[in-house]
């Protein structure tokens, strides 16, 4: 019988299991899991998560430095050294080039050629993102990144979106923590957001209403909150003109329209697509003015109580669990709107509440978490040669990064993540990376074919997290690490506990 075989016969007793309370001694690691990506292998000499001081440092509107090799290896990335414009009309000129190729063969190899630079860009991006989570001394920064990319998800296989996804989600890591109003704006204007809901495509006598329908949709008020079809149809007249340029000139424009051009980098606002007759937006008139409307709408969208309610549902689902308790969603509604949508003050409503303490452990590990933090606790304490296994044994269990093709973004709720199939999936990645997962230490340029370097797995069982945290596991997942016959079985049995699949 196979070690996966096995896990699946206990899997209906461990998932059943409910982990315990956290024992003091515990908490820091508890904390470290539900407001970070896990404790790491390293040592921890900062303040104990879940303290004031912790939460001010994670809360803090800088970013905090990487270890240097870590930064070094993100530095090298081309993502890094070049502007995203410049990547963009690069990858373009090469499928252009490609395209006027009359031989069949040579345009084969050139069409080759401009997948491979398009999927190098935005491999680079996935490991990037995987560096930043396993290494920055500022966890919730990092998986808020991740939170809010997923609500204003992109994806990375239309049209020249991997280009592009790299920087798309700089500019959402630089508002992770600030006001929501800020964040929404920022992705309006990125054109990895543009290209893909087709905003591009936007002008007047031409409307397109996709964009238009997934703000007020899915990035802000929500569904049933009482806006109309009328609204979206006046958000979709409000946006046109709101597109992408990648010519290096501004269009010949009249006169009197050429004050209103606007172009930063990619983006570019286009008076002359524009449609400047008056609207009507929720209950408000609109008069033609050019982008200027665009930031009245926006005004309106994030000032809207129905966009406070909805963006703390999610929240609040995303870090207590499937049925977040209706009081607490209430409260961080009152403190969005009471801040008009300062992000870190609503998170701090939800963190110090009773409802999130009384939580503890009831959230359940989608792919990203459950992959990063097996990782962290297992060699948090050095940096990985090579992301790429990370990235593919999440993108193995249905989450890969980038990868969602429908703009609602992955799935919330325990639901989404837990059925069987999925599961022995999970344990096989556990039994991987319990078992010394060789290839994160083997370079990414290592000639194919060639062995990766020794590596013993790590002996968790005796590392202070888990010293700490065996008081706080039942009775089943004791009996199951009981009967480990080896240091790689009791970790492939400890990440394929239900304690560590909740947080």
């Given at each position: ?11 209906p007793?461990?998932m059943?299991a ?10 820091d ?10 404790p790491?292998?390293?040592?921890d ?11 001010r ?8 430095p990487?270890?240097?090799a870590v ?7 081309r ?17 252009r ?5 009359t ?12 997948q ?7 491999d ?18 990092e ?7 997923n ?11 991997r280009?592009?996804?790299g920087?798309y989600?700089?500019t ?11 964040l ?12 893909y809901?087709?905003n591009?495509?936007n002008a007047?006598?031409k409307?397109?209403?996709?964009y238009a ?5 899915l990035?802000s008020?929500?569904?049933?909150s ?26 010949r424009?009249?006169?009197e329209?050429?004050p ?5 980098g990619l ?6 697509r524009?449609d ?6 929720l209950?408000?008139?609109?008069k ?17 109580p ?9 929240m609040?689902?995303y ?24 992000i ?8 110090r509440?009773?409802?999130f303490?009384a ?15 097996a ?9 990985i ?14 989450e890969?990064l980038?990868d ?7 799935d919330?709720t325990?639901?989404?993540?837990s ?6 999936t ?16 083997q370079s ?11 590596a ?11 010293t700490?945290?065996m008081?706080?596991?039942g ?6 690490l009981?009967?480990a016959?080896?240091p790689?079985?009791w970790n492939a049995l ?7 699949m909740h947080?």
């Open positions: 019988m196979t070690r996966t075989a096995s896990l699946l016969m206990i899997a007793v461990l059943t409910i982990p315990a309370h956290a024992a003091d001694p515990a908490r690691a508890a904390w470290a899991e539900r407001l970070g990506w896990g790491s292998a390293a040592p000499t900062g303040p104990a998560p879940g303290s004031d001081a912790w939460l440092h994670q809360l803090d509107d800088r970013p905090s990487l270890p240097p930064q070094a290896r993100i530095d090298a990335m993502i890094s050294k070049e502007p995203v414009a410049a990547l963009v009309v690069e990858t373009d000129a090469l499928q080039d490609a395209n006027l190729l031989d069949p063969d040579r345009k084969k190899a050139a069409r080759e050629v401009y491979k630079a398009m999927n190098a860009l935005a680079e991006a996935r490991q990037r993102f995987v560096l930043r989570a396993l290494y920055a001394p500022d966890p919730l920064r998986r808020m990144t991740w939170f809010w990319f609500h204003f998800n992109v994806q990375a296989g239309k049209r020249d979106i280009a592009m996804v920087d989600e700089d959402i890591r630089t508002h992770a923590l600030g006001r929501f109003r800020d929404l704006e920022a992705t309006l204007r990125h054109p990895a957001m543009l290209r809901l087709d591009d495509q007047r006598g409307i397109n209403e996709n329908r997934e703000i007020m949709e990035h008020m929500g569904v049933g009482g806006y109309s079809q009328q609204d979206v149809q006046e958000l979709a007249r409000i946006l046109t003109g709101v597109g992408v340029d990648q010519k290096p000139d501004a269009p424009l009249k006169p329209l050429q209103l051009y606007l172009r930063a983006f570019e606002f286009n008076p002359a524009h400047f007759g008056t609207k009507h937006f209950g408000h008139e609109i033609g003015s050019g982008f200027a409307e665009v930031e009245q709408a926006l005004d309106l969208i994030a000032d809207s129905a966009t406070a309610h909805h963006i703390a549902q999610k609040a689902t870090f207590t669990g499937d049925t977040p308790p209706p009081a607490l969603v209430e409260r961080m509604a009152a403190t969005f709107r009471r801040t008009h949508g300062d870190a003050a609503v998170l701090k409503t939800m963190i509440s009773r409802e303490a939580s503890a452990g009831r959230g359940f590990k989608d792919p990203v978490d459950y992959t990063l933090s990782v962290r606790l297992a060699y948090g304490d050095r940096v040669a090579n992301p790429q296994p990370v990235v593919g044994w999440i993108r193995q269990m249905g890969g980038y969602h093709e429908t703009p609602d973004g992955y919330l325990s639901a989404g993540w059925a069987p199939g999925q599961m022995a999970r344990f096989d990645i556990a039994r991987q990376i319990g078992g010394g997962a060789a290839r994160l230490f990414p340029d290592a000639a194919s074919g060639t062995p990766p370097p020794p013993p797995p790590p002996a968790l069982r005796d590392s202070p997290v888990l700490a945290r008081a706080t596991l009775k089943p997942t004791l009996a199951a009981a009967q016959r080896s790689a079985e400890y990440f394929s506990s239900p304690e560590f947080r």
